[in-house]
Nanobody, 123 residues
Framework: QVQLVESGGGLVQAGGSLRLSCTAS????????MGWFRQAPGKEREFVVG????????YYADSVKGRFTISRDNAKNTLYLQMNSLKPEDTAVYYC????????????????WGQGTQVTVSS
């Protein structure tokens, strides 16, 4: 089992940057595929980006490709999301999630979720 805690959200102007972090408990972080998801008001939660357990495979939603970068540090049990060139439409609660040893972008297949961190991009 893994527990996830996100941090780094906040208010930023359009064109700005933020870096989200997700710290995981437990000793098996390196066994989990990790993903970032987001949910805007009145919308369904959507996949943003995923990274496999070793960090050598990533997959980005088209909406963030070229602007967001996911990375992980298995020694620190931490997942990161560097967000650049932010747009108002990126405003949402951002969640990190984990699934053990499965490479997937399907929300339903992620077993563990953080509490979320709010990202607000002003125009």
């Amino acid at each position: 089992q893994v527990q996830l805690v996100e941090s780094g959200g906040g208010l930023v102007q359009a064109g700005g940057s933020l870096r989200l972090s997700c710290t995981a408990s437990g000793r098996t972080f390196s066994s989990y595929t990790m993903g970032w998801f987001r949910q805007a008001p009145g919308k369904e939660r959507e996949f943003v980006v995923g990274i496999n357990w070793s960090g050598d495979s990533t997959y980005y939603a088209d909406s963030v490709k070229g602007r967001f970068t996911i990375s992980r540090d298995n020694a620190k049990n931490t997942l990161y999301l560097q967000m650049n060139s932010l747009k108002p439409e990126d405003t949402a609660v951002y969640y990190c999630a984990a699934v053990r040893r499965r490479w997937t972008v399907k929300i339903s297949e992620y077993n563990y979720w953080g509490q979320g961190t709010q990202v607000t991009v002003s125009s």
